[in-house]
């Protein structure tokens, strides 16, 4: 079974500029996770998508951060501008929606890291 | 404001001893909280834990929840050098919320 791949693992950007992020999830996973992970912290939620609606996207700075799951597959997130704080691993994760708003696991791609310089 | 927290922060050992790790957590709504491994890459998922009191168990690995004192501890067992990662406890809430805390980096030595 293929895992969650994401695009760039690596990207360096200056600050004013802008960077997209790529992920294809695991098949037939409804459910589609964008995280974002600074040095020494755990993971904190970015947004959520249920298929291609948005469950959650409170804690998503949307001055410069947006999203998108259009077909409800791929996902994308963008920063414009980017700022020096933005210089984390991004981690897509996915997973099954069994009902009842129960899922099950996450499973994680491999992050894009990001520095702003 | 629900939040998760981990100890200790960071741990250092040599291969063979057994370690605990230990979560707690505020959280609305508790649903289930999860233990992750992370390495270099992607975390991964160890344990699932709903229910006061059932141990789960993988291998070397173990861990158990206690809801009413809202913590969980995750146990290693002869530890080996492979066991080197970030530990991380997440808890979910019935609003499909999942909190992660900051983890615990583990480092074991030959």
């Known amino acids: 079974e293929a895992g969650v791949a994401q695009s760039p693992r690596y990207k360096i950007i200056e600050k004013r500029q802008s960077v997209a992020f790529w992920c294809n999830p695991i098949s037939g996973h409804a459910t589609l996770y964008w995280y974002q992970q600074i040095l020494g912290q755990g993971p904190k939620l970015l947004i959520q998508?249920?298929?291609?609606?948005?469950?959650?996207d409170s804690q998503l700075p949307k001055d410069r951060f947006s999203a998108e799951r259009l077909k409800g597959v791929d996902s994308t997130l963008k920063i414009q501008p980017a700022k020096l704080e933005d210089s984390a691993v991004y981690l897509c994760a996915s997973s099954l929606f069994l009902g009842q708003g129960y899922r099950g696991e996450l499973f994680f791609g491999e992050g894009s890291r990001l520095t702003v310089l | 404001e629900d939040k998760v927290v981990q100890s200790p922060l960071s741990l250092v050992v040599h291969e063979g001893d057994t370690v605990t790790l230990n979560c707690s957590y505020e959280v609305t709504n508790f649903r289930s909280l999860l233990w992750y491994k992370q390495e270099k890459k992607a975390p991964t998922f160890l344990f699932m834990l709903t229910s006061s009191g059932i141990e789960k168990k993988s291998g070397r690995l173990s861990s158990i929840l206690d809801k009413k004192e809202l913590f969980s501890i995750l146990n290693i067992t002869a530890t080996q050098t492979g066991d080197s990662a970030i530990y991380l406890c997440a808890v979910e809430s019935n609003n499909n919320d999942m909190r992660f805390g900051a983890g615990t980096r583990l480092t074991v030595k030959p």
């Open positions: 998508f249920q298929n291609n609606g948005v469950v959650d």
